[in-house]
């Protein structure tokens, strides 16, 4: 099973161009914690540099992307990476998550609340993802994983949705 776990605000904000998360929000953290213990993380070297110690100490392994490593085809290497471990978890950055949608079976999305925002954010450094902010409003729930009066994580199923869009474009409706 491959798992993405990310984080947006309503209107798509992702992060920080420094790579600090720019809210501050205590129970989707321990959430987080909870979905990445022990098992085998991607995370490109950016997230990498910017990860707290203690991600680093409960994963089981982290495969950095970026430097010594590169993905030419995610399709494949997502496929050769679940043969050996039970569950793979998608961490991010934004490109990672963009490559790997495809061919992920679970979107764990959490939306962040405009209140848990820390104050003195510079707009500047701000990082949008609006694909996921699109998903999250046009697949269908699966189910409510986690939620506090800042946050809400839901889970979507991934692979169903992708195979439907395959199909339909494998299959197109043919003028008669």
Not at 39 to 68: A, D, H
Not at 81 to 96: A, F
Not at 164 to 171: G, K
């Amino acid at each position: 099973m491959i798992k993405i776990i990310a984080a947006i605000t309503d209107d798509g904000l992702f992060g920080q161009s420094n790579g600090i998360l720019p809210w501050k929000c205590k129970e989707d953290l321990n959430f987080f914690y909870s979905q990445i213990e022990g098992k085998t993380c991607i995370l490109g070297n950016s997230t990498y540099k910017t990860l707290p110690r203690l991600v680093k100490s409960l994963v089981s392994e982290l495969i950095v992307i970026g430097n010594s490593i590169k993905v030419e085809d995610w399709k494949s290497y997502l496929t050769y990476l679940e043969e050996m471990e039970d569950e793979i978890v998608i961490l991010g950055g934004k490109s990672i998550i963009k490559q790997c949608l495809p061919y992920s079976d679970q979107l764990i999305l959490s939306k962040i609340h405009k209140r848990s925002l820390k104050p003195l954010l510079n707009p500047l450094d701000f990082i949008y993802f609006p694909e996921l902010a699109l998903a999250s409003k046009v697949l269908p729930v699966n189910s409510v994983l986690s939620a506090s009066e800042n946050h809400v994580t839901s889970l979507y199923n991934l692979r169903k949705y992708y195979e439907n869009v395959r199909h339909v474009v494998e299959n197109p409706v043919q003028d008669r």
